[in-house]
């Protein structure tokens, strides 16, 4: 019963570097999402797909790109890390709409140096 | 514009006190409430949900919540508190057309302390 799973788990960059967040969840949710958590920010959005094709800007989209690549994974690229993306990031998913609870993964933990 | 307010950053408890955790809202049509929580170096688990009826909810781990929407407020209770609920949690409302804040927008989140 994996629900969302993220890859890698720890990673560390050097500014500059591009790397990609994975995320794969096998619950067949039309929606998922990329937040990044710092200490008393709480949750940011930073994209969302609401449904397999589509994509959306969040509220901290900068310095980022997404690809939904199928209905089961979306991806978190940092084109040219800087110190300022260096966060926790976490990707969910739900079925879709208000109504429905969104499953998190275990988050990346990300260090830009 | 829709938001979430945990008033409270940081509380501390004594193991066996109740517990009260606020949220209020800012939404203006009927609200989709959650509570999530998150233990240290984990990701989010939902605790409970309330999307209409009864306005008291139960959750796991021996949570409630109650809705009121007269306060727009959706607190976390439980009656006694132990050890392993030390975490952070996070109210949240579910929106349609939340726009660049998504379908469900967080709290800034309430860490909880559990005193011996």
């Known amino acids: 019963n994996a629900g969302v799973t993220q890859t890698p788990k720890f990673q560390v960059l050097k500014t500059g570097q591009s790397m990609t967040l994975q995320c794969a969840q096998d619950?067949?949710?039309?929606?998922m999402y990329w937040y990044r958590q710092d200490p008393g920010m709480g949750l940011r959005l930073i994209y969302y797909s609401a449904s397999e094709g589509t994509t959306d800007k969040g509220e901290v989209p900068n310095g980022y790109n997404v690809s939904r690549l199928n209905k089961r994974e979306f991806s978190l690229r940092l084109e040219s890390a800087a110190p300022s993306q260096t966060s926790v990031y976490f990707c969910?998913?739900?079925?879709?709409?208000?109504?429905?609870?969104?499953?998190f993964g275990q988050g990346t933990r990300l260090t830009v140096v | 514009a829709q938001s979430v307010t945990q008033p409270d950053i940081h509380i501390t408890v004594s193991e066996g006190a109740s517990l009260e955790l606020r949220c209020n809202y800012s939404?203006?049509?009927?609200?989709?409430l959650f509570w999530y929580v998150q233990s240290p170096g984990q990701g989010l688990q939902l605790l409970l949900k309330y999307f209409s009826g009864d306005t008291l909810v139960q959750g796991i781990k021996g949570f409630e919540a109650e809705f009121k929407r007269s306060q727009s407020s959706f607190n976390l209770r439980k009656p006694s508190v132990h050890w392993s609920d030390a975490a952070e949690y996070f109210c949240a409302v579910g929106v349609d057309h939340g726009g660049s804040q998504g379908n469900l927008i967080f709290g800034k989140g309430t860490k909880l302390s559990v005193k011996p």
């Open positions: 619950m067949n949710h039309n929606s």
């Open positions: 939404y203006g049509a009927t609200p989709y």
């Open positions: 969910a998913s739900s079925r879709e709409g208000a109504r429905t609870e969104a499953f």
